[in-house]
């Protein structure tokens, strides 16, 4: 079992930055992959980015976001920058591992004003 809590979410002017953790609970933080998701009112959740051995970027926030992990302190951060008011959502973490379910986090909301 995997517990995530997501935090730094806020309301931030556009072209600032925010910084969002995810914190997971267990021992075997290292030999799970990590993704941000969001969702924006009346829109499918959608990916943003993941970790693993190497990392990958939704074409609409490459060279805007950086994902990173801390496995010592079970966290992964989502660096994000020049924001925009589109990048507008509620910001979830998922923990995937072949073989074994998926874990999302509860959320945290991202409202970026022009």
């Known amino acids: 079992q995997v517990q995530l809590v997501e935090s730094g979410g806020g309301l931030v002017q556009a072209g600032g930055s925010l910084r969002l953790s995810c914190a997971a609970s267990?021992?075997?933080?290292?030999?799970?992959?990590m993704g941000w998701y969001r969702q924006a009112p009346g829109k499918e959740r959608e990916f943003v980015a993941r970790i693993s051995w190497r990392t990958s970027y939704a074409d609409s926030v490459k060279g805007r976001f950086t994902i990173s992990r801390d496995n010592a302190k079970n966290t992964v951060y989502l660096q994000m920058n020049s924001l925009k008011p589109e990048d507008t959502a509620v910001y979830y973490c998922?923990?995937?591992?072949?073989?074994?379910?998926?874990?999302w986090g509860q959320g945290t909301q991202v409202t970026v004003s022009s």
């Open positions: 998922k923990a995937s591992r072949f073989g074994f379910a998926d874990y």
């Open positions: 267990g021992r075997t933080f290292s030999s799970y992959d």
